[in-house]
């Protein structure tokens, strides 16, 4: 076999950003040259490959090898063993659960047990080059549309596809278009939300770093179907990278023809803007989202009328989300059939989610619609991985709820997961284990829309204040008979009296806990004790003198000098000082295990007598 | 451009406070009183604006910008705690900047980085995985290398 070009996918999406691969990309690029190997081997940067957990990786193609956790004193061995004597470096292959390597992505559970569609080309295509994107079909879609079809007919494809909004609310986008289509005007908006301002998501941004061009063709398809000659992009400010990946893909797709006037010579024109936002999660809503391009302050207004009909300045909009438009451009090339072919009759395509929290792999992750829980958490993202028990799965982001482990054969698409409460939500998917307090992530979500509520809607205003209140109230074991109820109470309140989603949602994680996990509420309000050991109010940090070892690690963390000894000597901790970061329990040996964390109501003799 | 032309300069107005703000770090009240003029608005307005969305500073920042992320996934990897030892170190709260001007504290919901909870940001950095022990080790480094460079202004 002809010796092919080595190429080295450095990954720079965030996680392996954060964890230092630029560092990687700079080093394998400088040694290249250094050894004369520019003929051999090319170094390229990618977006999100996917299994963040691994970062930073790296992938080599065409074999598709897959480097793990590298370190920059890895590099060196890469390039004498694998580049110079043909010898990958086994040790960084991923480590299954049996101990053994896996050398190719492709064997890897988490990427087997995937269908990759929407994110086929993340983390394999350099998403700085058009030529990239091009080469691997890109384009073809707008290609088609603008050339051989109407823009009625463009409509009819997305909707004979069944496409339905990936944004979380599930509408079909065909339809979207064909209402925004049919109103009347002729200046007309189409809109990318790449606000993805749900915590503990990041499949939108992933996408817009890794595969810009994907989002800028469904958007230009968008804007040619409903018969608009501008439209905008508005992305979150908090994603740096995105918002340079999307700059550069624009400029480009200028500089080719793809954007401006007369698109691929078809006389067709469209000018795409981008716009930041400016840390509102409200804006996430289509008409605050409007209001904010406006340059007002980011507040929903009642619908109808619906943006298809009076959006932006009042004139017939379509907004759609990252990954709908995503999935349009595909749709595009191959048709729909093949789209519908994929997921389920009500929900067709796939479905694209950011696993995290209590999860053995955690990253960006696609399957077809219908796939179960179970088959997302254990068969791809290998399950808990602590040795730890399963607790609950948040789907959704603040909007959403907590499914227990009953729930895990649910199958996932938008149908099903409203009907057990929660919702699809625009893709986070957080695992939570046993040592995760539901009360504690019901009010963490709550704290978070009600700070995020823009104050126009008294329910929600000050519905969740009052709902916050009593899950504090719970949480520092003040909690009383009745609060439970009262809480369903302010619940219903809020659902019946806010206008947008943000309100008539915000209860979801209170709803959905008090209904799969009131065990845990009862322990909080009746036994002043918190299972999972998370709340603060409700447990202490003790150090056992048996066990203390005297090394002077916890006195030397310890931010308010707590814990207190002399050297040598058993150390012990003041509980009027103590703030329980916790941080005495993470750095004492483990040999000593001497810091123990323990219910507020015990002592230290209660607890080594219970164990005896 | 298609948008009237009153309201084509009002959608300007989160593009140049954010433009102001990269360039001063904060929103400053004489730029305030300039943008009035130059878009036509009230400065009520653009105040009501800036205080709307939470990117928007009204203070100067410290010159280390700590931001602490309270998404999700790093709230179940407990970053709260790392906060509270953070609060507890530098005497101030999120939203605050110590008297000396050095560190500025914000939390922030989701950096993205949610693969490697918890995740903190200092000074535009993503420092992901992060534990008590290695936030000790980077403050304590941002103290030394201050107070190193402080001492060479010093001799100078």
């Given amino acids: 076999m002809a010796d092919e070009k080595i190429e080295l996918l450095v990954c720079l999406g965030t996680g392996c950003e954060s964890a230092k691969s630029d560092v990687l990309f700079a080093k394998l690029s400088d040694e290249i040259k250094k050894h004369k190997l520019e003929n051999k081997a090319a170094v390229k940067r990618i977006g999100c490959h996917g299994l963040c957990q691994q970062g930073p990786v790296i992938a080599v193609e065409p074999e598709g090898l897959f480097y793990c956790q590298v370190k920059e004193s890895d590099i060196e061995e890469i390039i004498q063993s694998h580049l110079i004597k043909g010898k990958p470096v086994e040790r960084l292959f991923y480590e299954h659960d049996d101990g053994t390597r896996i050398p190719h992505y492709r064997d890897i559970p988490f990427y087997a047990k995937q269908t990759r569609v929407v994110l086929k080309n993340s983390g394999h295509i350099d998403p700085s080059k058009i030529d990239d994107y091009i080469a691997v079909g890109g384009y073809k879609g707008l290609e088609r549309a603008l050339k051989e079809m109407s823009p009625e007919e463009v409509i009819e494809e997305v909707y004979n596809s069944g496409l339905r909004g990936r944004g979380g609310a599930g509408f079909p986008t065909g339809l979207k278009w064909k209402f925004a289509r049919s109103s009347p005007g002729d200046v007309k908006y189409a809109i990318c939300n790449a606000d993805e301002g749900d915590p503990g998501a990041f499949m939108d941004g992933s996408i817009l770093v890794a595969d810009p061009h994907s989002v800028l063709e469904g958007l230009s398809i968008a804007a040619y179907a409903i018969g608009a000659r501008e439209a905008f992009i508005y992305v979150r400010h908090e994603y740096p990278s995105a918002v340079a990946s999307l700059k550069k893909a624009l400029k480009q797709s200028y500089e080719r023809g793809f954007l401006g006037e007369n698109i691929l010579g078809t006389g067709f024109n469209l000018d795409i803007r981008m716009m930041e936002g400016a840390g509102a999660f409200v804006c996430g809503e289509e008409t605050a989202l409007m209001a904010s391009i406006e340059g007002k302050r980011g507040m929903p207004r009642p619908r109808p009328p619906f943006p298809t009909e009076a959006g932006l300045w009042g004139k017939p909009t379509v907004i759609n989300n990252v990954k709908s438009l995503a999935a349009v451009a595909i749709i595009l090339r191959e048709g729909w059939e093949w789209f519908k072919s994929i997921g389920t009759e009500g929900s067709p395509g796939t479905a694209i989610f950011s696993l995290t929290g209590k999860v053995k792999n955690t990253g960006l992750v696609e399957v077809p619609m219908g796939a179960t829980l179970r088959h997302i958490i254990f068969d791809v993202g290998g399950g808990v991985g602590t040795g730890r028990e399963f607790k609950a799965v948040q789907t959704g982001g603040p909007a959403g709820g907590c499914l227990p482990k009953e729930k895990l054969d649910l199958p996932v698409d938008f149908d099903s997961l409203r009907e057990a409460g929660a919702i699809m939500g625009s893709g986070g998917m957080i695992v939570m284990d046993e040592t995760t307090c539901m009360v504690d992530v019901a009010r963490y979500f709550l704290s978070f829309t009600q700070q995020e509520s823009c104050g126009k809607c008294t329910p929600c205003r000050m519905g969740t204040l009052e709902m916050l209140k009593i899950l504090d109230k719970i949480r520092e074991g003040r909690g009383e008979e009745g609060d439970i109820e009262k809480l369903l109470e302010l619940c219903d309140t809020v659902v019946k009296g806010s206008l947008c989603g943000l309100g008539q949602n915000a209860p979801n994680p209170v709803l959905t806990t008090i209904k799969y996990f009131r065990e845990e509420y009862e322990a909080h309000i009746r036994d002043k004790t918190c299972p999972a050991m998370v709340c603060r109010d409700l447990v202490k940090y003790v150090i056992d003198p048996d066990l203390c070892i005297g090394c002077g690690a916890c006195s030397r963390i310890c931010p308010t000098g707590a814990a207190q000894g002399e050297k040598k000597q058993a150390h012990h901790i003041e509980q009027d000082m103590c703030i329980k970061c916790g941080a005495c329990l993470e750095v004492c040996p483990p040999k000593a295990s001497a810091v123990l964390k323990i219910p507020i109501s015990k002592t230290l003799a209660d607890i080594k007598g219970g164990a005896q | ?156």
């Fill in chain 2, 1 to 156: 451009m298609q948008a009237p032309p009153t309201d084509q300069l009002h959608s300007k107005l989160i593009p140049m406070l954010q433009e102001i703000q990269e360039r001063l770090g904060y929103i400053a009240p004489e730029a305030v009183e300039w943008l009035a003029k130059e878009l036509k608005l009230s400065e009520q307005e653009i105040y009501g604006v800036a205080t709307f969305y939470n990117f928007f500073r009204l203070n100067p920042p410290g010159r280390h910008e700590i931001r602490v992320c309270l998404g999700t996934a790093c709230h179940v990897q407990g970053n709260e705690k790392l906060l509270d030892t953070i609060c507890e170190r530098l005497g101030i709260q999120p939203g605050e900047t110590t008297p000396d001007g050095r560190y500025s504290l914000e939390r922030v919901a989701c950096v993205g980085a949610c693969a490697l909870a918890p995740a903190i940001v200092i000074d535009d950095e993503v420092h992901g995985r992060m534990t008590q022990r290695a936030l000790q080790r980077l403050l304590d480094k941002i103290d030394r290398e201050d107070e190193e460079a402080m001492k060479k202004r010093g001799e100078k």
